[in-house]
């Protein structure tokens, strides 16, 4: 554990990181997200313009770990995720149909964030700094950059972190999956099939399942009750 001694410097030390950032564009990141949302009442934006200036929003992501390659990762994702709560005040103000203030509680001051899709391409943006993507990762099968290759790359990256913290929870997920799989051929078969007894075979065996299953989750409630009733 960290003596006081120590963690003033570590402090100290992430202070120095996070004011030394450098190249936050803050105008063409206000340009880009105005291209995507404009105002309330503006004409709506085109799809395709829409995806663009979403790139844009990605590569302007990219370019600002570039900027800040002297620092951590984990200090760059932090330092773009709080300018971006700035510009997300920004376009809110202005009117900007992707952004809202919700009041602060408490005494606490106002909070904007992104919704909708500019929430989902801010998190898209983020997610390319996170994972580090390449040129190579945000490009369809063209060659052509694109967002919707971005965001696929940065939806399997996040997969896989999530299967690397919690390998049972992605293997269940797995099973489940494959289980659905197994369901839907099975269920096939016998409906090809037309015969009374496959049919009333899939029954029984469901029915048996649900009630082993049934039992295990009533044995595992009764038990927690107990060791809660031991505790108390």
């Known amino acids: ?26 105008a063409k990141m206000l340009q880009a997200f105005n291209k995507i949302g404009a105002a309330k009442d503006a004409e709506d934006t085109s799809a395709e313009d829409r995806a663009s200036a979403a790139m844009d929003i990605v590569e302007l992501a990219v370019a600002f770990r570039t900027s800040n390659a002297d620092a951590t990762l984990e200090t760059v994702v932090a330092g773009w995720r709080d300018n971006v709560r700035l510009t997300a005040m920004q376009l809110a103000v ?15 001051p106002d909070k904007a964030t992104l919704t909708g899709y500019g929430n989902n391409v801010a998190s898209i943006a983020k997610g390319a700094l996170e994972f580090e993507l390449t040129a190579d990762d945000m490009v369809d099968d063209d060659g052509i950059r694109s967002f919707r290759a971005t965001r696929r790359a940065v939806e399997a990256r ?28 099975l269920r096939s078969l016998i409906a090809e099939s037309g015969k009374l007894g496959n049919a009333k075979a899939l029954r029984q065996t469901l029915e048996g399942h649900a009630a082993d299953i049934r039992e295990q989750l009533i044995a595992a409630s009764d038990a927690a009750e107990q060791a809660a009733a031991e505790a108390a």
């Open 1 to 26: 554990m960290a003596t006081s001694k120590t963690a003033k410097p570590a402090k100290a030390i992430k202070a120095a990181n996070d004011a030394a950032l450098k190249g936050y564009p803050k």
């Open 158 to 185: 996040r997969a896989e972190a999530r299967r690397l913290a919690d390998p049972d929870a992605a293997a269940f997920a797995d099973e489940m999956a494959a289980a659905d799989e197994a369901w839907k051929d």
């Open 94 to 108: 202005a009117g900007n149909r992707f952004a809202k203030v919700t009041p602060g509680k408490d005494g606490q």
